[in-house]
């Protein structure tokens, strides 16, 4: 697998995050992710995102991060917020994601940051047994889905 930094506008980016916001769609019966989002989250050093490409180019996996400090809806200082996590379905249960994941948290990590925070969804099991099992905790809810009650939240201290 060849993970690759790209922008979060690159054309490869935006066709992942449609199929994401495709799946989101299914699981909640709405549109997706509203968080709003912006190219220049993702932009080192205070951000990053990723792409995963299989032998023959395709891209099958992504995620990102972006810096988030004290701003009224339940961040904290230091905080990096994990965004997209996403694997196309064909490549699912292969450690890509997890790969991502550990690629991610190096970097948030090497950027100052000192925590790790996500936002999942109780219709997201697979996300969840991710997560948990890679050492994040449950934590004060946060974010744009900070008061619906699918929201679920967590932090791993980096």
Same mark, same amino acid.
């Given at each position: 697998?060849d993970?690759?930094?790209v922008a979060f506008?690159h &054309?490869? *980016?935006?066709?992942?995050n449609? +199929? ?10 709405d549109?997706?992710d509203?968080?709003?989002?912006d ?5 080192p &050093?205070?951000g990053?995102y990723?792409i ?5 180019g395709i891209p099958?996996?992504? #995620?990102?991060w972006?810096? +988030?400090d004290?701003?009224?809806e339940g961040?904290?200082d230091g905080d990096?917020?994990?965004?997209r996590?996403?694997?196309i379905e ?10 991502i994941?550990? *690629? ?7 950027? #100052?940051?000192?925590?790790?925070v996500l936002?999942t969804g109780a219709? +997201? &099991?697979?996300?969840?047994?991710l997560?948990t099992?890679? #050492?994040?905790? &449950?934590?004060?809810k946060f ?6 009650e ?7 201290a980096?």
């Amino acid at each position: 697998m060849d993970i690759r930094r790209v922008a979060f506008d690159h &054309p490869d *980016a935006v066709k992942l995050n449609d +199929q994401v916001q495709a799946e989101y769609g299914v699981r909640y019966g709405d549109d997706g992710d509203a968080t709003p989002l912006d190219v220049t989250d993702f932009r080192p &050093p205070n951000g990053l995102y990723l792409i995963a490409y299989d032998e023959l180019g395709i891209p099958v996996a992504s #995620g990102g991060w972006r810096c +988030q400090d004290e701003n009224g809806e339940g961040n904290a200082d230091g905080d990096a917020e994990l965004k997209r996590m996403y694997v196309i379905e064909q490549m699912r249960g292969r450690g890509l994601a997890r790969r991502i994941l550990a *690629a991610l948290e190096e970097d948030a990590r090497d950027a #100052g940051r000192r925590r790790m925070v996500l936002e999942t969804g109780a219709k +997201q &099991p697979e996300a969840v047994a991710l997560y948990t099992s890679s #050492g994040y905790e &449950p934590c004060e809810k946060f974010g744009f889905y900070r008061f619906h009650e699918f929201s679920l939240c967590y932090a791993k201290a980096l």
